[in-house]
T-cell receptor, first 113, second 116 residues
Framework: AQTVTQSQPEMSVQEAETVTLSCTYD???????LFWYKQPPSRQMILVIR??????QNATENRFSVNFQKAAKSFSLKISDSQLGDTAMYFC??????????FGKGTLLTVNP | EADIYQTPRYLVIGTGKKITLECSQT?????MYWYQQDPGMELHLIHY???????EKGDLSSESTVSRIRTEHFPLTLESARPSHTSQYLC???????????????FGPGTRLTVL
């Protein structure tokens, strides 16, 4: 079984600043994958970034990067140069061999002008 | 954005009505999923399918049913809607894995259901 925990229900950041969202997970699988999804208000859920557990290098996608600490089972998301359009619910998720995703409860991020 | 569609986007109906929420994808994905999500809350998997004529119940018990007669189509049906069914329903799909690859799920825009 997999569990995903996001301990920050809400966060806020000023435009152009950097923010880090936390996520911890637990899994019995040796080969698994981790994701951050973004759900803007009343809009479609989209993938922000993914990380294969067997890769040591942290994934990056433009302003988004992760800090993957496999031994600590930690998978945080860093957003640099925050923009108003980054305001959204962010979900951390893990996936394994059963083709299903386990989601955390989400973190509501508000970017203030 | 991914080519996955859900209709209707919003639905308000009375108790006891039968409803079908439609989900279609044009990407040829074999795996499809239905999630239930209350506003601002986590996603709960209620049904999934790994191919035509294959459906399974998810982690959250649901009174809804699903069918998968065609690869691209994965409708969800409530035979008798109740106020407790009020929620947002998200459909998702993904293709099968390749070696050392886990493909992400693509999500539809969701159907927001209100049962009076």
């Amino acid at each position: 079984a997999q569990t995903v925990t996001q301990s920050q229900p809400e966060m806020s950041v000023q435009e152009a600043e950097t923010v880090t969202l936390s996520c911890t997970y637990d899994t019995s699988e040796s080969n698994y994958y981790l994701f951050w999804y973004k759900q803007p208000p009343s809009r479609q859920m989209i993938l922000v970034i993914r990380q294969e557990a067997y890769k040591q290098q942290n994934a990056t996608e433009n302003r988004f990067s992760v800090n993957f600490q496999k031994a600590a089972k930690s998978f945080s998301l860093k957003i640099s140069d925050s923009q108003l359009g980054d305001t959204a619910m962010y979900f951390c998720a893990s996936g394994g061999s059963n083709y299903k995703l386990t989601f955390g409860k989400g973190t509501l991020l508000t970017v203030n002008p | 954005e991914a080519d996955i569609y859900q209709t209707p986007r919003y639905l308000v109906i009375g108790t006891g009505k039968k409803i079908t929420l439609e989900c279609s994808q044009t990407m040829g994905h074999d795996k499809m999923y239905w999630y239930q999500q209350d506003p601002g809350m986590e996603l709960h998997l209620i049904h999934y399918s790994y191919g035509v004529n294959s459906t399974e119940k998810g982690d959250l018990s649901s009174e809804s049913t699903v069918s998968r007669i065609r690869t691209e189509h994965f409708p969800l049906t409530l035979e008798s809607a109740r106020p407790s069914h009020t929620s947002q329903y998200l459909c998702a799909s993904r293709r099968g894995t390749t070696v050392n690859s886990y493909n992400e799920q693509f999500f539809g825009p969701g159907t927001r259901l209100t049962v009076l």
